[in-house]
């Protein structure tokens, strides 16, 4: 059973096309997150989602947005592709790290490899 | 100087060796996670802690949340530990700061 799937796991794409990455996660989680990883292979987080509600948002782009249709879910769009955006995205969930006062283990999706040409 | 470090940036270790990495902060911390990026990309968390020390086979974790450092062990190595190893903040003000990464090698 996969945790957290992305889809799709390679994007290939022209600057100034608009995409979309899929996430989904059958873990319950409260928690969604969307990480960047560069080419010099640097993470760092762009988004996340408990609940709906945007709780961090990193000095990102805002052609990069974040949309979750329900809990299970948080897909990442992204609007007139530039060349600096060609790395891969990570997305993770955890359950909700400020429910309980503990802070939890955050699971990963396989990612996907965005190149725009 | 970035605010999470890791040394050494790269390791090369023989098969059955006990590896050490570190991982130091300047920030004020809520947690810190240690995941393992597989060479095809694939990214694992391993722990995550907020004081002390957690073991999974043969992993061991530990925090000196006064010293701001983490060391992942790994004893007995093997090769398919080969992978980058990173260290993740969770700071205060809910922000994530990750470390640079740990390439190991593990040669049999």
């Known amino acids: 059973d996969t945790a957290v799937s992305q889809t799709p796991k390679y994007l290939v794409t022209q600057m100034g096309n608009d995409k979309s990455i899929k996430c989904e996660q059958n873990?319950?989680?409260?928690?969604m997150y969307w990480y960047k990883q560069d080419s010099k292979k640097f993470l760092k987080i762009m988004f996340s989602?408990?609940?709906?509600?945007?709780?961090i948002n990193e000095t990102v782009p805002n052609r990069f947005s974040p949309k979750s249709p329900d809990k299970a879910h948080l897909n990442l769009h992204i609007n007139s592709l530039e060349l600096g955006d060609s790395a891969v995205y990570f997305c993770?969930?955890?359950?909700?790290?400020?429910?309980?006062?503990?802070?939890?283990?955050?699971?990963f999706g396989p990612g996907t490899r965005l190149t725009v040409l | 100087k970035n605010e999470v470090e890791q040394s050494p940036q790269n390791l090369t270790a023989q098969e059955g060796e006990f590896i050490t990495i570190n991982c130091s902060y300047s920030?004020?911390?809520?947690?810190l996670h240690w995941l393992q990026q597989h060479p095809g990309g694939g990214i694992v968390s391993l722990f995550m802690?907020?004081?002390g020390k957690k073991k999974h086979g043969r992993l061991i974790a530990t925090i000196n949340i006064q010293e701001k450092h983490s060391s992942l062990h790994i004893t007995a190595s093997h090769p398919r530990d080969s992978a980058v190893y990173i260290c993740?903040?969770?700071?205060?003000?809910?922000?994530?700061?990750f470390g640079p990464g740990t390439s190991l090698s593990v040669i049999p």
């Open positions: 993770a969930s955890s359950q909700d790290p400020t429910a309980s006062g503990t802070y939890n283990e955050q699971f």
């Open positions: 873990l319950g989680h409260d928690t």
């Open positions: 989602y408990n609940n709906k509600e945007l709780i």
């Open positions: 920030v004020g911390i809520s947690a």
């Open positions: 802690l907020s004081s």
């Open positions: 993740a903040v969770e700071t205060s003000y809910d922000k994530v700061i």
